[in-house]
Nanobody
Framework: QVQLVESGGGLVQPGGSLRLSCAAS????????MGWYRQAPGKQRDMVAT???????NYQDSVKGRFTISRDNAKNTVYLQMNSLKPEDTAVYYC??????????WGQGTQVTVSS
């Protein structure tokens, strides 16, 4: 059974930091591309950051220089370090595991709220 379990969300003031974690089980983690996506109320789910099995990263323009995605294959975990948070970063953040075209999995999401 595949599970992607996100943690680390919460309420933070503008300018603050959070680190999200996504622990994967039931997959051969090291071969999967991993990603973080977010969905704000009334909006579509958008890519925030992705990291390939080889460690190549890609970011949405609005988070470049503020967010960093990383992975630890020994722990089957992907991280999203979020710095200089803004109110517009408020959303539910989802972890994704992708091994095209064979498999694609989503976590249940974790809420991030940036507000004073």
């Amino acid at each position: 059974q595949v599970q992607l379990v996100e943690s680390g969300g919460g309420l933070v003031q503008p300018g603050g930091s959070l680190r999200l974690s996504c622990a994967a089980s039931g997959i051969t983690f090291r071969i999967y591309a991993m990603g973080w996506y977010r969905q704000a109320p009334g909006k579509q789910r958008d890519m925030v950051a992705t990291i390939t099995s080889g460690g190549r990263t890609n970011y949405q323009d609005s988070v470049k220089g503020r967010f960093t995605i990383s992975r630890d294959n020994a722990k089957n975990t992907v991280y999203l370090q979020m710095n200089s948070l803004k109110p517009e970063d408020t959303a539910v953040y989802y972890c994704n595991a992708d091994y095209p075209p064979f498999a694609n999995y989503w976590g249940q999401g974790t809420q991030v709220t940036v507000s004073s």
